[in-house]
Every structure is written in C-alpha cells, then in structure tokens.
C-alpha cells in the first residue's frame, strides 16, 4: 500500500487525500469485476425453446389472392387442358352431364384445342360458361405441332403441284410444305371422318393444323365437293350418323327420335327443328341428302 502512495505521489503529484480517494475507487472496481466472474461461474442460462410451427396453417400474404383461390374452390374450379380433361371433371367444372358428353365426343372425332376460343365450337358451351372456364384453360405446348413440323427444303411455287384434298393419298400430300408422313395421314383420316372436304378451311380442324401451317399450304391446295360422301338422315344407323365429327350424340338422339314420331326427314325445316344452332347446320348441310 504504501509502495502505491509513493508511486501516485511521485507520478501524479497526488496529495494524501487525492491518493486515498483514487485508491477507494480502484478498490471497488477489482470488486466489482470478481463478482461478475463469479456469477457467470454459478449460474447456468436457461436454454432457448422454438416453438414447433411444422403443423401450423400460416395466413397468406395477398388477402385478393386468397379470396380469389377461395371462391375458386368453392366453384369447384381449377387448372384444366381441354385436350386431356376427363368426362368428370368437366361435370366438377360446372358442365352439365350432356355437354360433357358432347364435349369428349366432340374430342374423340379428331377435333384438338389450338387455343381458348376453340371451346365455344363445342355445342353447349355458352358465352357465359366459357367466360367462367377461360382463365382455367391451360392447353399444353408440349407437342406443338407449330413448333415440331419437319422443315422441309424450300421449294419454288413451279416446283409443287396443287392437290385435291378429295381424291389425293398419303404420297401425293408429302410434296406439300411442312406436311410430313404425320400430318397426311391425319388429314386423310379425318376426309374419311367427314366425307371428304367441301373447303379447305377445314384443314384447319386437322389434329394439329395450326393457321401459320394453314398459310403455307393454302395455295396447294383445292377441293371439289361433288366426291363427298352424302349421308341419308332416314336411312344410316344410329352409330354411323353419330361418327359423324359435326353431328353430336345429342344431335343425333334427336334426328332419330324425329324420324320415329314424324316420319322421314325431307326438308331443311325438318332438320332445322332437330339442330337448331344455324352454325352446326350449315357445316353438316353439305353432307346431307337432303332438298
């Protein structure tokens, strides 16, 4: 102690009263400082729990998207590719059991959805339910057609004869730009569908047949009508009348059902009272015997 006053006193210049007040307070903070050590020795912190949130339904952010996938379930909507839709899921879609019927029918005659707006070709589909179906549509670009047909070597126009859609086979397709062994014979097998063409816009109702393929094949191509095949609505059996691509089971349940109470179907009126859409009517007119 004594050897700390002579040391403040010779540094400092300290007086006695200045060296025992600095000496007091040195004392208290070396006492101070062990207790501290000491308590941390001792005493043993409590472990941090976290809380299991595994089971636990966390709200979601956007309040409008939650609403929005609420009511969407609560219609029994959800995400569908009208080119692979079952039968029962489009019920559960809010299509009644005949239209979804008509709809698979309508598939399995060779018709494919290019886009949304294909689904108002289906009979039965109003404006108002494709209005409600039309941000669900999601047709798959997987097996585009546009983007996998063969590229073929460009040709002059001198160098590709014009075919007839009606009459021409397999190897008379192949020469046409973008038409490979594929595609001609979905064209021949829906000629067979149908009848044969009566305008080559129906190309266009093709499997596949996109309009940018349509545009460059256009020019090649020529139809003539009189080699349809007529169909005899007071004649032909139920089954092949209903294989009809433009003729739905419904369409067809109804022709029978007019020829058993009215007799033989000899006038546009008498059909126009079984298809009432004047669109169908008139794309199933030309395969008609009909006056």
């Known amino acids: 102690m004594q050897f700390i006053h002579r040391f403040l006193s010779a ?12 000496l007091v307070l040195c004392t208290i903070i ?14 043993t912190p409590e472990p941090i729990l976290f809380a299991d949130f595994s089971n636990t339904k966390l709200p979601k952010l956007n309040s409008a998207t939650a609403a929005t996938d609420s009511a969407s379930e609560a219609n029994g909507l959800f995400i569908f590719d009208p080119n692979t839709v079952t039968k029962e899921q489009l019920v559960k879609l809010g299509l009644k059991e005949k239209t979804a019927n008509t709809f698979i029918n309508y598939r399995n ?4 959805f ?34 996998t047909f063969i590229q073929q070597e460009p040709k002059s126009k001198k160098q590709i004869k014009t075919v007839e859609l ?25 000629r067979s569908l149908l009848g044969g063409y009566y305008s080559i816009e ?27 095949t007529k169909i005899d609505l007071n004649t032909e059996d139920f089954k092949k ?5 433009y003729l739905s089971y419904e369409d067809t349940k109804t022709i029978f059902n007019y020829r058993r109470k009215n007799g033989p179907i000899t006038k546009l009126e008498h059909l126009r009272i079984c298809i009432s859409d004047e669109g169908q009517l008139q794309k199933i007119i030309p395969y008609l015997n009909i006056n």
């Open 109 to 112: 005659k060779g018709a494919h």
């Open 241 to 245: 009348l209903n294989a009809h691509p």
């Open 202 to 228: 129906q190309l266009k109702e093709v499997y596949g047949f996109t309009d940018s393929l349509f545009r460059v094949v256009k020019d090649y191509v020529k139809v003539d009508p009189s080699l349809i």
């Open 166 to 190: 009606n009459s021409v086979d397999s190897i008379g397709l192949l020469p046409l730009p973008g038409i490979g062994p594929g595609y001609a014979k979905r064209i021949l097998k829906y």
């Open 11 to 22: 540094w400092f210049g300290f007086n006695k009263q200045q060296r025992n007040g600095l």
């Open 114 to 147: 290019n886009k949304k707006e294909d689904l108002k070709k289906v009979y039965g589909i109003t404006d108002e339910l494709y209005s409600k179906l039309e941000s669900y549509i999601l047709i798959s670009k997987a097996n585009d057609p546009e983007k």
């Open 30 to 43: 070396l006492f101070l400082f062990v207790i501290r050590l000491s308590i941390s020795s001792f005493i």
